[in-house]
């Protein structure tokens, strides 16, 4: 049965209402609402309503820019209450949304939680081209590399992205995540998939755990 303070988290970025998304947050946080609930079933399944809302062109990009502002805001709030159990170890991480697409929300949203979980972040972007992953990659010696992608045209830059890196900085781990993503795709190119934030910091740490 669904929460009606998470509910209302949801409708709130949806209709692109800060006040609200803002007081419905406050709310979780006051009756202790974990906070992967809040991200994964309030904020991550909002913005994914708002995404399909721009694709379908019943959003343009103000509203897709004015939800991004809210998340923004929604992470700030959120950063205190992030913690991640069993950090044992951090590392280096490099992110990006790959070329052709300016997408960030669901990167900063990572990004945010990564730094949570004693991660040193490098952030690239938005529209990051294969080379300048692989050599942000290499000169910072990252552990990890996250590669964000929303739109679907955008998928043979990701492969690209992700060839590039394997030639590059061989052994370098490539996490993938966005709306064009899934689990069959990262496993064909040979990358980790997360299918949301909080999914990709937990899987974060454990690929530092076995480092």
């Known amino acids: 049965m669904s929460n009606p303070v998470i509910e209302s988290i949801t409708n709130s970025l949806v209709e692109i209402d800060l006040e609200g998304t803002i007081r419905g947050i406050q709310q979780a946080l006051e009756k202790s609402i974990p906070i992967n609930e809040i991200i994964r079933d309030g904020l991550t399944k909002g913005m994914e309503i708002v995404g399909t809302k721009f ?27 992030i913690k991640v159990e069993s950090v044992t ?31 040193k972040i490098v952030d690239l972007g938005v529209d990051v081209k294969p080379e300048e992953f692989v050599e942000e990659t290499k000169k910072v010696e990252a552990d990890i590399v996250c590669i964000s992608a929303l739109l679907s045209v955008v998928v043979p830059e990701l492969e690209e992205t992700v060839r590039a890196l394997k030639q590059g900085v061989p052994g370098v781990k490539i996490l993938i995540g966005g709306r064009c993503v899934d689990e069959k795709m990262a496993e064909r190119i040979g990358a980790f998939y997360a299918k949301d934030a909080w999914v990709g910091t937990k899987l974060a740490v454990e690929l530092m755990k076995k480092k």
Do not use: C, R, W
């Open 55 to 81: 694709e379908n062109g019943e959003y343009f990009l103000a509203e897709l820019i004015s939800a991004g502002a809210i998340m923004e805001e929604a992470s700030a709030l959120l950063d205190p209450h």
């Open 89 to 119: 170890s951090s590392g280096i991480i490099v992110a990006g949304t790959v070329q052709g697409d300016l997408h960030d929300i669901g990167k900063n949203i990572l990004i945010s939680m990564l730094k949570s979980a004693a991660f």
